[in-house]
Structure formats: structure tokens, C-alpha cells
Nanobody, 125 residues
Framework: QVQLVESGGGLVQAGGSLRLSCAAS????????MGWFRQAPGKEREFVAT????????VYADSVKGRFIISRDNTKNTVSLQMNSLKSEDTALYYC??????????????????WGQGTQVTVSS
């Protein structure tokens, strides 16, 4: 059974940094793209970043480009999200996800097959 477990969330002041991690188990994910999404109260789940199977290619939402960095370690089945220069609008529940197919936009949450339970990030202004 595939499981994704996020960690690293917390409360941080605006301008600060956090590093989120996601540990995957129940399968081998080195051949799967992985992504991070977030959902704020009352809003739809939105794309944050995605990374290719090898880690050689990543795509970011415009809102986080230049501030967030996604990375992965296929030897440990983990994907991370380094978040810098955090803003109050980054406050949300952050989820990692895995795709098992390569069709469709990587920014569409409907194209991901497995999800973690989320980790809360709160940025105080």
C-alpha cells in the first residue's frame, strides 16, 4: 500500500524559511514524477511544484518561482520543498503527491494518484 507522509510544517514569520519533506513507502518511486500542492481554507487545492523522475526537471507555480526549490532523493524515496522568503499568502496545508502516468498537465491535481495527509504551514506577517 502506497503511503506518503509529509513533515516539516510549522509557524514561521514572514521572510523566513521552512523545508518540507515527504517520505514515500509501499513502492518504488524513482520512475514517477512527484509534486507539491497546497490548499488554504476556503480555496481550491493549487499546484506548487513538480519534479521529474530523475530530478533533472522541475516546474513551479508563478507564485513561488524563485522562492521555493523542489528536490528529490530516489535512494531514500523522498521529495523535499525548500521554501524561502515566505509570505503570509503561503499559509496553507501542503500536500505531496505522486503520479503514475505521464499524460495531462503536471499542475492538475487530478493527474496525481497518491497523496499524503498534508502538513500545515502558517506564515505570520
Amino acid at each position: 500500500q502506497v503511503q506518503l507522509v509529509e513533515s516539516g510544517g510549522g509557524l514561521v514569520q514572514a521572510g523566513g524559511s521552512l523545508r518540507l519533506s515527504c517520505a514515500a513507502s509501499g513502492g518504488t518511486f524513482g520512475s514517477n514524477p512527484m509534486g507539491w500542492f497546497r490548499q488554504a481554507p476556503g480555496k481550491e487545492r493549487e499546484f506548487v511544484a513538480t519534479i521529474s523522475q530523475s530530478g533533472g526537471r522541475s516546474v513551479y507555480a508563478d507564485s513561488v518561482k524563485g522562492r521555493f526549490i523542489i528536490s528529490r532523493d530516489n535512494t531514500k524515496n523522498t521529495v523535499s520543498l525548500q521554501m524561502n522568503s515566505l509570505k503570509s499568502e503561503d499559509t496553507a496545508l501542503y500536500y505531496c503527491a505522486v503520479r503514475t502516468t505521464w499524460t495531462g498537465s503536471p499542475s492538475n491535481p487530478g493527474n496525481y494518484d497518491y497523496w499524503g495527509q498534508g502538513t500545515q504551514v502558517t506564515v505570520s506577517s
